[in-house]
């Protein structure tokens, strides 16, 4: 069974916080991804990468960076945290096969509450 | 207008009845379509996925793929309470992200 784990359930932080959300997958799965979850927005992905030290923008990276120094983990960082980034962030995993469907595999969620 | 419609309900129905969940998208070219079940405090995780136009079906569970008319639905016969969770639509390019809706609701009343 694909596993994904993320390091927090539910997170506060102040405003101006730098912020680390951690997550990490155990099938060797190329590609990794951080949405972040609104309620009537549904999933927007932040950033994803595709290999270690590899990383691309996703529809909403204003605020947010990323780091993969390793294949099984992939690293959410809030640089500076403001209340508009109140919300749950989820994590997946997929394989890389190329142009044929790759399931995404999901995390828990973090929800992070910024005050 | 989004790429992806789909409403957010909350949808009541009875125990035992026939669920119909719908998306619309403006993409001519999403080519994947993909059925993510998410219930509370949980991950979303991947219910059903088809290519192209057409039918699936998995036990209680059918998709339906309409590309002529951009839309997708997902039903579910004699629904169960342990079927109350969020239901998010999902779909992508040949190669490319997926783009979600933003999820319908669902309870099921016993």
């Known amino acids: 069974d694909v596993k994904v784990t993320q390091s927090s359930r539910y997170l506060v932080k102040r405003t101006g916080e730098k912020v680390f959300l951690e997550c990490v997958q155990d099938?060797?799965?190329?590609?990794m991804f951080w949405y972040r979850q609104d309620p009537g927005l549904g999933l927007r992905l932040i950033y994803f990468s595709y290999d270690v030290k590899m990383k691309e923008k996703g529809d909403i990276p204003e605020g947010y960076s990323v780091s993969r120094e390793k294949k099984e983990r992939f690293s959410l960082i809030l640089e500076s945290a403001s209340t508009n980034q109140t919300s749950m962030y989820l994590c997946a995993s997929s394989e890389l096969r190329g142009q044929a469907l790759e399931t995404q595999y999901f995390g828990p969620g973090t929800r992070l509450l910024v005050l | 207008q989004k790429e992806v419609e789909q409403d957010p309900g909350p949808l009541s129905v009875p125990e035992g009845a026939i669920v119909s969940l719908n998306c619309t998208y403006s993409n001519s070219a999403f080519q994947y379509f993909m059925w993510y079940r998410q219930y509370s405090r949980k991950g979303p995780e991947l219910l059903m996925y088809?290519?192209?136009?057409g039918n699936k079906e998995d036990g209680r569970f059918t998709a339906q793929v309409d590309k002529s008319s951009k839309y997708i639905s997902l039903f579910i016969r004699d629904s169960q309470p342990s079927d109350s969770a969020t239901y998010l639509c999902?779909?992508?390019?040949?190669?490319?992200?997926?783009?979600f809706g933003a999820g319908t609701i669902l309870r099921v009343k016993s």
């Open positions: 999902a779909m992508r390019e040949y190669g490319n992200k997926l783009v």
């Open positions: 099938m060797d799965h190329e590609n």
């Open positions: 088809t290519y192209s136009s």
